[in-house]
């Protein structure tokens, strides 16, 4: 204790101050935590997108191709058949060729109603749709297809196409 500031010679304050750099570390990592698994998301978001533009250049139109608009969480069982073809798609990337490579799903809310979220808005546009975890702003609501999350991070396909 004798080469330590005058402020760290009482042993509370010094005790004080171990907590706080602890807690300020634990806080940082989790922080860092949080944003590596967001960024696991927009490039999986980023992936699927290329899929769909790979599928629209071949049939005309985004998956399911007998309806005009669809929607739906990806991981649901009721989009099996939509996932299938997206994944067809998404094979056809070197990333994605190997088998053993697993279709895109959220880090933390994999197969739930928190999970990558499809809309096809029209034969020729769709919204892909995640939920974040460090940059909260719930700017994206998917309830009018009957999904009640709000959602952080959007891709709309009609925003990314060159005219």
Same mark, same amino acid.
């Given at each position: 204790m004798k080469y330590l500031p005058q402020i760290f010679k009482n042993r509370y304050t010094f005790l004080a101050v171990t907590i706080l750099f602890l807690v300020a570390g #634990?806080?940082?990592i989790r922080l860092q /935590?949080?944003? /590596?698994? @967001?960024? #696991?998301? +927009?490039? @999986?978001?980023?992936?699927i997108e290329n899929a769909l533009g790979r599928y629209e250049k071949v049939?005309?139109?985004? *998956? *399911?191709?007998n309806v /005009?608009?669809?929607c739906g969480t990806l991981s649901d069982s009721a989009s099996k058949d939509v996932l299938n073809q997206i994944e067809t798609s998404l094979r056809q990337d070197d990333k994605y060729a190997? *088998?053993? +490579? +697993? &279709?895109p799903v959220d880090p933390i809310y994999k197969n739930s109603a928190n999970d990558y979220f499809y809309w096809k808005t029209s034969p020729a546009s769709f919204e892909l749709l995640a939920k974040l975890e460090a940059d909260k702003n719930g700017s994206r609501d998917a309830s009018p297809c009957g999904n009640k999350t /709000? &959602?952080?991070?959007? #891709? #709309?396909?009609f925003l990314r196409n060159p005219f």
């Open positions: #634990v806080w940082g /935590a949080l944003q /590596a698994r @967001d960024i #696991v998301r +927009k490039h @999986d978001i980023e992936d049939h005309g139109t985004y *998956p *399911p191709e /005009a608009s669809w190997k *088998p053993e +490579k +697993k &279709f /709000a &959602f952080d991070y959007s #891709v #709309v396909s």
